[in-house]
């Protein structure tokens, strides 16, 4: 593979469980043409052996600030001036804790003071940790100072628990990458909806569905991270916040469209990932419903199609849908994309073992006028990554026509 424009990549590596995962990123980082070095903090060896990265690398590995030899050189200095990229993984809540801080008392930290590099991080640990508040702030804090953060994504964690805190595959972090170049949404502002909505039955009772918000929240992730604007439209999740510029929590469709069309004058690029209720019931108890009857009846009213409304307003954002259907996917979303105007759509599967709401991995058919494309199988976060790439390519295509 040809070898990227600035290619000499610093890896750091500190000291969670996943670490040896980072083993397997420095092969995948040097198929796409980097130049990796490691450098590991005094946890990170207690787990893996800086001799097994030195064998993958083909660089000695740097574990220590007061290394006799190497700092005859001040060689701590030299590589944070060789580096292009310093990306860390996993980079752990200490980790984070001190770099937020400003504290320089290992080497890797050090570097992370001394260098003129894009830094990068991708953030594992346990989710209770993740989501306490000292965390996000230190992860605040470290965005504004223009660290990327890779990450993380909901599973199983060592610990037992599941929950957000692990970290991206290799391949994941691998593909995230990528020269500074201008990225490919630079300026572009994107409106996106996510997760599900509630419609109220009574005070303590709600009609909903199974969707978790995963999808919508990796694609608002995967589109920040290529330069665009994001708003994002939420229902409730018990997702973090993705980088965006606005995060409008919603619950109830009515909330959902008022928030989507009160906005759509300032996107270019409109995606509904969110699983919207198509009908809400039309008088909701003031009180809670007693169970005294045999059987209850409820009247239900439709709500809007804020997809729809969307796509036909006069001058449309490029516009993206979503289907998800039990059975005919293909045929089902062929029909939402021409009787609704819409520019691409992205159907799949649910019900099944595999996949849909509620899981981590999914597929989708991508589908457009004149034209599809089969993304298989694979991790929410990744298909995040391939679906916007390839909204990227018929936006651009779209705008490039227009122009």
Not at 176 to 191: D, M, N, Q
Not at 272 to 287: E, G, I, K, L, M
Not at 358 to 377: C, H, I, Y
Request: proline share 7%.
């Amino acid at each position: 593979m040809s070898q990227h424009l600035d290619s000499r990549l610093l890896l750091g590596v500190s000291g969670g469980i996943s670490a040896y995962k980072s083993v397997d990123l420095v092969r995948r980082l040097k198929e796409r043409g980097f130049e990796v070095r490691v450098v590991m903090t005094q946890a990170a060896t207690a787990l893996i052996t800086p001799l097994t990265f030195q064998a993958v690398s083909g660089h000695p590995v740097r574990t220590r600030l007061f290394d006799p030899v190497a700092e005859a050189g001040m060689d701590h200095i030299e590589l944070a001036r060789w580096a292009e990229w310093l990306l860390i993984a996993p980079a752990t809540a200490d980790l984070m804790a001190r770099m937020a801080a400003g504290i320089a008392d290992d080497l890797l930290t050090t570097l992370v003071l001394a260098t003129d590099a894009q830094v990068c991080l991708a953030p594992a640990m346990n989710q209770h940790m993740w989501r306490h508040p000292a965390t996000q702030e230190n992860l605040e804090t470290l965005r504004a100072r223009g660290a990327r953060i890779l990450g993380p994504i909901d599973g199983d964690q060592a610990c037992g628990d599941v929950g957000p805190g692990r970290m991206l595959e290799p391949i994941e972090i691998a593909e995230s990458i990528r020269p500074r170049a201008e990225p490919p949404l630079a300026g572009v502002r994107v409106l996106l909806t996510a997760g599900p909505t509630r419609e109220p039955l009574d005070p303590v009772r709600y009609l909903g569905n199974r969707s978790s918000g995963r999808m919508g929240y990796a694609l608002a992730n995967v589109l920040c991270d290529l330069g665009a604007q994001v708003i994002l439209v939420s229902g409730p999740t018990e997702l973090p916040a993705p980088p965006v510029v606005e995060l409008v929590s919603v619950e109830t469709a009515a909330e959902m469209h008022a928030a989507v069309m009160g906005r759509t004058t300032a996107c270019d690029l409109f995606v509904a990932t969110a699983a919207v209720a198509d009908y809400r019931p039309a008088s909701p108890a003031a009180h809670k419903i007693k169970k005294d009857a045999a059987e209850l009846s409820l009247r239900l009213i439709r709500n809007p199609d804020i997809l729809a409304q969307v796509a036909a307003l006069p001058n449309p954002p490029f516009t993206v849908g979503f289907a998800a259907e039990t059975r005919e996917v293909e045929r089902a979303a062929r029909d939402k994309l021409t009787s609704k105007g819409l520019d691409m759509i992205a159907a799949n599967q649910v019900g099944e073992p595999l996949g849909g709401f509620e899981s981590e991995d999914n597929a989708l058919t991508v589908l457009w006028d004149g034209g599809r494309r089969d993304l298989p199988m694979m991790t929410k976060t990744r298909l995040a990554r391939e679906l916007a790439l390839l909204i990227v390519e018929r936006y651009r295509e779209r705008h490039a026509a227009s122009t």
